[in-house]
């Protein structure tokens, strides 16, 4: 059966056949379209009225031309129409497919093990990846497996580096390119379904997107499940283990450049203590504090939201996260200057003793537009400066908050020549 990778990142189509599970007679003929901003839409033609409703349809199971087994999810038809010699024209949006199994209720939606290629991914991990000796002799060296922590319900995380190459012309090379592509898998003793699997998947995703503070999109999504095929010529079934690709819309990237390790607010290595404590407790914590993970993933620089509102975000990002960590309503400038007093010594002296003013005055300004506040709320520069500064001081409180201690977060500040230069740009200039 035919197995090339389904990214999310790129468009793809399917050509086949489709039928309801229930009635696997009445069959339609067409192509899934998948792009990765726009979705999935599914355009077919069928003698019967498979496709002729109003209501939405639950399941529709395909078999493509080149033998793939597709499970079609939620689907919605936005138009249909009558065509000579008499049958159905229609298209479909579709919420979700699963390209390699059939399944029919929720029950069935349940897989092995789930790998996911997430955006940041590869930097975080910071595999050694592949030396170049030479120019003609490169020697890559994919990174091993390596344990990442355990998310709720006994599900193991792993992480690993492979390496993607191409060579033009691929009989004689004149070029060869090798790209590092870093995976994260999740795994437990028994099959996971997919709505956990989904919302694990969100949680480690804006896991990554905090450790790079930059949003961190999924470009691959790969599952594990048990799929029954009918052997040739003998009428028996057999039962295996073979990938399954999953489709849905994407959000469109909001980032431009990809940070590198060295850039990133930690890595693999550095949360890798405590028996990876750091991935512990987001995911203990997934619940609790998923607005709040959010509230900051959303306000993200290069997204297209405008400088108040981003502000703003981050304000409420850190408020968000006191309320539910202490149980009280505090005033906002209490929340501000006790995030600041917990910050390293070393950190701390950088930022100014009117910050929490200034913060408090912005949000009340921005909020009400109250002409009292006016003159003290940072705008112009002033306004794109506290709002990094806002970032960074929820960032540095959420690494106090996943077990780093004060000494670990102070040393990574200080080794990190993108934070050191947002401290003196930002803090210093308010």
């Known amino acids: 059966m035919a197995s090339e990778p389904l990214p999310l990142d790129q468009p793809a189509e399917l050509v086949g056949e489709w039928w309801l599970p229930d009635a696997p007679e009445d ?39 080149d033998g793939r087994f597709v499970t079609l999810r939620n689907l919605d038809v936005v138009n249909w129409s009558m ?83 191409d060579a033009v012309p691929p009989r004689k090379p004149i070029r060869l390119g090798l790209e590092q592509r870093g995976w994260v898998r999740f795994a437990a003793r028994r099959r996971l379904p997919w709505p956990e699997v989904r919302e694990t998947l969100a949680t480690f995703r804006e896991f990554v997107s905090l450790a790079a503070s930059a949003d961190s999109p999924l470009l691959e999504v790969r599952a594990l499940a048990s799929v029954t095929r009918g052997e040739f010529g003998t009428g028996r079934r057999a039962r295996a283990r073979e990938p399954v690709w999953i489709l849905f819309q994407q959000r ?30 987001w995911f203990k914590r997934g619940k609790l504090m998923e607005p709040v993970y959010d509230l900051y993933v959303a ?49 701390r002296k950088h930022v100014p003793t009117t910050f929490a003013d200034l913060v408090k ?54 080794g990190n020549q993108r934070l050191v230069r947002e401290f003196q740009m930002d803090f210093q200039s308010l």
């Open 299 to 347: 306000a993200l620089p290069e997204r297209g939201m405008f400088l108040e509102s981003r502000f703003l975000a981050f304000v409420q990002a850190l408020e968000a996260y006191d309320f539910r960590k202490t149980g009280v309503e505090r005033k906002l400038r209490e929340v501000v200057q006790s995030a600041v007093d917990d910050l390293p010594a070393g950190i």
């Open 83 to 165: 065509s000579m010699p008499g049958g159905i024209l229609a298209e479909a949006n579709v919420g979700e497919a699963f390209v390699g199994f059939y399944a029919d209720s929720e029950d069935e939606l349940r897989f092995h093990q789930l790998n996911a290629r997430i955006a940041n991914l590869t930097a975080w991990l910071d595999p050694p990846g592949f030396t170049v000796e030479q120019t003609r002799n490169v020697q890559a060296r994919p990174s091993g497996v390596v344990g990442l922590g355990r998310a709720p319900g006994g599900v193991l995380a792993t992480g690993w580096v492979d390496l993607q190459s």
């Open 361 to 414: 005055d912005t949000r009340h300004y921005l909020t009400h537009y109250n002409p009292k506040y006016e003159k003290k709320a940072a705008t112009g520069d002033r306004l794109f400066s506290a709002s990094r500064a806002m970032k960074l001081l929820f960032e540095l409180t959420m690494l106090l908050e996943l077990g780093f201690s004060k000494r670990k977060v102070q040393a990574l500040v200080e």
């Open 27 to 65: 069959v339609a003929s067409g192509r899934l379209i998948y792009e990765p901003y726009e979705g999935l839409r599914l355009q077919a033609v069928s003698a019967g009225r498979l496709l002729a409703t109003s209501e939405p349809i639950e399941w529709l199971h395909g078999m493509t031309v």
């Open 252 to 281: 469109r990237p909001t980032t431009t450049k990809d940070p590198t390790a060295a850039e990133l607010l930690f890595r693999r290595a550095d949360a890798a203590f405590g028996n990876h404590r750091p991935f512990t407790r």
